[in-house]
């Protein structure tokens, strides 16, 4: 079945940097978009970043523009959430999500804080 496992979270200081990463399996990996969604207490989940199958293409929130980049590696079933210059306003569950298979991560805790 389906399955994303994350990992790479977190106590990181304000200025830091941290590198998400979740394994997929389940699906032919190379042929689907990937996303990373984050959830502040008290928030809704909103989407961070997202890259095309094949890596051709990537988007990101505005909140985040510069300072985090979301790279795959499609031999190791693995996408990526390379997060620097990170602020308070950045702590999260961080989630992996698969569009085509509507399949959610566990999700991995990014704290950001002095």
């Known amino acids: 079945q389906v399955q994303l496992v994350e990992s790479g979270g977190g106590l990181v200081e304000p200025g830091g940097s941290l590198r998400l990463s979740c394994v997929a399996s389940?699906?032919?990996?190379?042929?689907?978009?990937m996303t990373w969604y984050r959830q502040a207490p008290g928030k809704e989940r909103e989407l961070v970043a997202l890259?095309?199958?094949?890596?051709?293409?990537?988007n990101y929130a505005d909140s985040v523009k510069g300072r985090f980049t979301i790279s795959r590696n499609d031999a190791e079933n693995t996408v990526y959430l390379q997060m620097n210059s990170l602020t308070p306003e950045d702590t999260a569950v961080y989630y992996c999500?698969?569009?085509?298979?509507?399949?959610w991560g566990q999700g991995t805790q990014v704290t950001v804080s002095s």
């Open positions: 999500y698969v569009p085509k298979w509507k399949r």
């Open positions: 389940g699906f032919i990996f190379s042929s689907a978009a």
């Open positions: 890259i095309t199958s094949g890596g051709g293409s990537t």
